[in-house]
Structures are given as structure tokens and as C-alpha cells.
């Protein structure tokens, strides 16, 4: 940890700004016992030139006030195709579609089965199809943000995807603003563990009694608005479990397996430091419940005038603006008390303790008999015609 300032324990995000700044290489990201990456200062080699304090963004909240959203849409991607594969709506295949049509680079978050982890990666690396989509965990940044800042000076137009607190972490990095950057980042619930991950698809495995070599967090199996997880096994075959079934995103949506800074998020009241911030339109109820689509539909909210310009550049996604008091729904505080802060801290401690399998069987996060017996009677019933 940077010990010389040791609030960094509780309310370091991970971001890497730190890491990707230090001039000699003396900052390591080491897993915790938890699963979650911190900052550790190698003292042997430490030049004091505290660069790692000057873009830290828990050591410097008092920069940045919150920031209004101008405008508000929701749509969806015209590509259908496109639209079933995506989380929502598919916004962020249409601009990345944009991006790469003028010659430009797209980094986002990508799943590599070979480490079992999901990491920070470019379109130089990955098919754009590898960053579509959410993952419900932490990403690994590593030293992307050096990446991005080549782009730029090579004057690339770049195209950067993250969390809000990564986004605050790369502007923090770069220390100024480049024309040729769009930044979007999304509605978070907050990031499990990636550890917490890789023991989920070791007991996936042993359940299915297949080895997993792909993951999609988000499929459209059921439609938008029914979370499921996938994993693909070696013979191509994907496995879909409901969430309700599922013990990683029971953990998740009871917010036993975030992150700590997670429970006093910065940017949960509307701090997005972003172009863009996107994500699922559950709101639209309250606009007009006829619109609902299960193929899924996008929210965007626009918080600068460069990602305005943007949104009006992209010819492949359908949109329509509404009111921001049917976005701002999104924008909530967070205490740690209601947001289940002492309840994650019993979670991980069991789980070291005694492991995945009995933490599952603890927390009552086994599938549910009696919802499985009711979807399949209701299948029945479907195939019967009744």
C-alpha cells in the first residue's frame, strides 16, 4: 500500500493512475487477500517524487465538483444482430463502430480465458466484439493508460472505456485533455472480486463437469431484462445459468463481493468525469412502458458537448431524446451501512476461511429449487400449449 497515506486502504478504487505514473517502475499492483489489486511502493527504489499522490484521485477529490448532465436518450442499435449481442441497446458497438471507421482505437474490457481474468485491451489486441459487453467484475488495467497516451500523441483518434472511477484514473494520468479522446463509462453497481471469479468458473466446472473456455455475463437467453450467466465449453456448447440460480451473481446483487471503495462511491451522485455515461434504460416505465423491448434498450446520458457531437456523428443507432428527470433515476448516494458494507467484510472473511463451496451453502447462494421447478413446469406448459 502507499502507507503514507492510509486511507488508500479503504477507499482505493484500483484505478492504476499510480502505477502508470510512477517514472521508475516502483509501484506494484498486488492481489490482497481479498482478490483485489492495491498499489504497493517499492521503498528500495523510490525517488520521493510523489507523482503517485498528484494523480491520485482519492487524495484529490476536492478538483473535480459534479458534474450536470446536458442531454438524455435511450435507443438501441439498428443492427439487430448487433442489438442481441450487446448488454442494453448496443450504444457502445455503434461508437466504437464510428471510432474504428475513421482510422481510431478502441480500449475496453475483455475476458482471457488463458488467465481466467478480465483485463483492459485494445482493438490493436482484441476483435471489437471481445470488448462489447458488460463484466460483472473488476477489471485489470495494468499499464493501459501508457497505451492510450501513445495513441493520442500519435494523434489516433482513441476511443476509452471504463468504469467512472478508471476514467478519472486515465484524465488524472494524462493531466490534460486531448481532443482526439472520447471517454465512456457506465452505470455501476460496483466490481466483485476477480479471484472471487476465478474459484466461481473452478466450481462451475466441477458442477457442468466441463472445462469452461469463454464467458459472457450479460446473453440475451431470456431477453434484456433476465440476467443469466454463459460459459462456453470446449465443444462449443453454451451453458446459460439464471442469475436467480446463480451463487457469483447472488453475491454480486447482494453486494457481498465489491470492492471496499465500492460502498462510498464518488461517482454514484452523478461525478461521471466521462463524454458519455451509458447503460440499461430500466427507466423507461416511468417514460412510456410501451416501449419496452427485450432485445434491449440503451440509456445514454450526455455530459459533455464533445460526446454530444459524437452521438450526432452515429448513423447506426436509433435514438430519442427524453427529459433528464427520467435519466437521473441512475444517480444515487451510497451509504456503506445500507449499501452492506459489514455484511461484505463477514463475506470475505468466511470465504478465506473456508472457501467457495462452503461460503455458498453459508449464504444461502445455492439455486433455487422451487424457482427451477416453476420455469421448467411453465416451459411444459408453453410446449403443451397451455
Same mark, same amino acid.
Given at each position: 500500500m502507499i502507507k503514507k497515506y492510509p486511507i488508500l486502504d479503504e477507499k482505493c478504487t484500483g484505478c492504476c493512475s499510480c502505477y502508470n505514473i510512477c517514472p521508475n517502475n516502483s509501484i506494484n499492483m498486488i492481489e490482497n487477500e481479498e482478490g483485489f489489486l492495491y498499489p504497493v511502493i517499492n521503498k528500495a527504489t523510490c525517488i520521493e517524487?510523489?507523482?503517485?499522490?498528484?494523480?491520485?484521485?482519492? *487524495?484529490? &477529490?476536492?478538483? /473535480?465538483?459534479?458534474?450536470?448532465?446536458?442531454k438524455s436518450f435511450y435507443g438501441w442499435h439498428k443492427n439487430q444482430n448487433t442489438r442481441?449481442?450487446?448488454?442494453s441497446g448496443g450504444f457502445f458497438s455503434a461508437l466504437a463502430e464510428l471510432i474504428i471507421s475513421q482510422n481510431g482505437i478502441v480500449f475496453g474490457a475483455a475476458y482471457f480465458n488463458d488467465i481466467k481474468e478480465v483485463k483492459h485491451s485494445s482493438t490493436i489486441e482484441v476483435n471489437i466484439?471481445? *470488448?462489447? &459487453?458488460?463484466? /460483472?467484475?473488476?477489471?485489470?488495467?495494468?499499464?493501459?493508460?501508457?497505451?492510450?497516451?501513445?495513441?493520442?500523441?500519435?494523434?489516433?483518434?482513441?476511443?476509452?472505456?471504463?468504469?467512472?472511477?478508471?476514467?478519472?484514473g486515465l484524465k488524472r494520468y494524462l493531466g490534460k485533455d486531448y481532443n482526439n479522446l472520447i471517454t465512456v463509462d457506465f452505470i455501476c453497481h460496483g466490481v466483485p472480486s476477480p479471484s472471487l471469479l476465478k474459484k466461481h468458473i473452478e466450481w462451475t466446472e466441477n458442477r457442468i463437469k466441463k472445462t469452461i473456455i469463454d464467458l459472457d455475463f450479460r446473453p440475451k437467453d431470456r431477453g434484456w431484462d433476465k440476467y443469466s450467466l454463459g460459459c462456453k465449453d470446449l465443444s462449443s456448447k453454451w451453458w446459460f445459468f439464471p442469475a436467480e440460480d446463480d451463487p457469483y451473481f447472488k453475491a454480486f446483487f447482494r453486494n457481498y463481493s465489491l470492492r471496499k471503495s465500492c460502498y462510498e462511491c464518488n461517482y454514484s451522485v452523478n461525478k461521471h468525469l466521462s463524454d458519455i455515461t451509458m447503460g440499461d434504460f430500466w427507466g423507461y416505465h416511468r417514460y412510456n412502458s410501451s416501449i419496452y423491448d427485450k432485445r434491449g434498450l440503451s440509456l445514454l446520458l450526455v455530459n459533455t458537448e464533445k460526446g454530444y457531437n459524437y452521438i450526432n456523428k452515429i448513423s447506426s443507432f436509433e435514438k430519442y431524446e427524453i427529459e433528464n428527470k427520467y435519466s437521473e433515476y441512475v444517480f444515487q448516494e451510497r451509504n456503506p451501512l445500507t449499501y452492506g458494507y459489514n455484511n461484505r467484510n463477514e463475506f470475505f472473511k468466511y470465504l478465506n476461511r473456508y472457501g467457495w463451496d462452503k461460503t455458498i451453502k453459508r449464504y444461502n447462494l445455492l439455486p433455487n429449487l422451487y424457482l427451477r421447478a416453476k420455469r421448467f413446469f411453465i416451459k411444459i406448459m408453453k410446449k403443451l400449449g397451455v
Open positions: 517524487c510523489e507523482l503517485c499522490k498528484k494523480v491520485c484521485p482519492e *487524495l484529490n &477529490k476536492q478538483e /473535480y465538483n459534479e458534474q450536470k448532465c446536458l442481441l449481442n450487446s448488454s466484439d471481445r *470488448l462489447r &459487453k458488460s463484466k /460483472y467484475v473488476q477489471s485489470s488495467i495494468g499499464s493501459i493508460f501508457k497505451e492510450v497516451q501513445d495513441q493520442l500523441i500519435d494523434n489516433k483518434l482513441t476511443l476509452f472505456s471504463g468504469t467512472p472511477c478508471q476514467i478519472d
